[in-house]
């Protein structure tokens, strides 16, 4: 038996112990994520922003913009067909600060996008610091990339645990298992995806141009 017909699968199951580890990580940070106490005091922020993919998210939203935890909402990821209204159709919104406060962004329709997005709006209200609400196991993902987007931008996770994600004893729900994995699948793509990233951009800085070619053809 050669060396190689060996290596494979060693290699194989010292991968999945890393994925499996990390998965454990990556399982451990989300249940520690806590929804604040609110309305309790809170660190300040000039924007709210909600990701969309839940309606707890919208009401958390809402809610802070209602309390006075943001001068202004934005929803990115909200459907092109989607109006206020039918955004807020289960939800107590007074009018006057649907039409002062909230925005809906359409543009996005992925993670990557929802940061986008909110990087162009942030720039466009001249805000410096957000509040970013969305699910608990979706927080790591979307800060990754949201910091990315915008490194300079002060921004404060509010994560809010969706009823139907058994968290508590997370093993024994099925459902619950293959969201996290699934998840944590997506978070190891885009950490290789923004370091792919960063590499091309190493390669473009240390190229250097070539010298033209000055010498009299004459």
């Known amino acids: 038996m050669n060396k190689l017909s060996l290596l494979s699968p060693l290699t194989g199951i010292v991968l999945i112990g890393l994925w499996i580890y990390g ?27 909600v990701l969309t993919g839940g309606s707890e998210r919208v009401a958390t939203g809402v809610e802070l913009l209602k309390s006075g935890h943001g001068k202004k909402l934005l929803i990115s990821g909200v ?16 009018e ?7 925005v809906l962004g359409h ?41 990315d987007a915008m490194p300079d931008i ?15 004893e997370w093993d024994k729900h099925p459902g619950t298992v293959l969201l996290l994995a699934r998840e944590y699948c997506k ?5 290789f995806a923004l370091w792919m990233d960063s590499q091309k951009a190493r390669e473009r ?14």
């Open 96 to 102: 006057d600060l649907r039409n002062c406060c909230i």
């Open 107 to 147: 543009r996005a329709s992925s993670t990557i996008g929802n940061a986008k997005e909110t990087r162009d709006w942030m720039k466009a209200e001249g805000y410096s610091s957000l509040r970013l609400v969305t699910a608990n196991y979706h927080m790591p993902r979307s800060l990754l990339l949201f910091h």
């Open 23 to 49: 998965f454990l990580g990556f399982v451990s940070n989300v249940t520690a994520m806590r929804e604040p106490d609110f309305p309790a005091a809170i660190e300040p922020a000039e924007a709210i922003v």
């Open 205 to 218: 800085k240390n190229e250097t141009p070539l010298p033209s070619n000055t010498t009299d053809p004459s």
């Open 187 to 191: 978070f190891l793509a885009a950490q």
């Open 79 to 94: 459907h092109k067909k989607l109006s206020l209204e039918g955004v807020f159709r289960s939800l107590s919104v007074p």
């Open 154 to 168: 002060v921004i404060i996770p509010f994560p809010v645990t969706p009823d139907n994600v058994k968290l508590y």
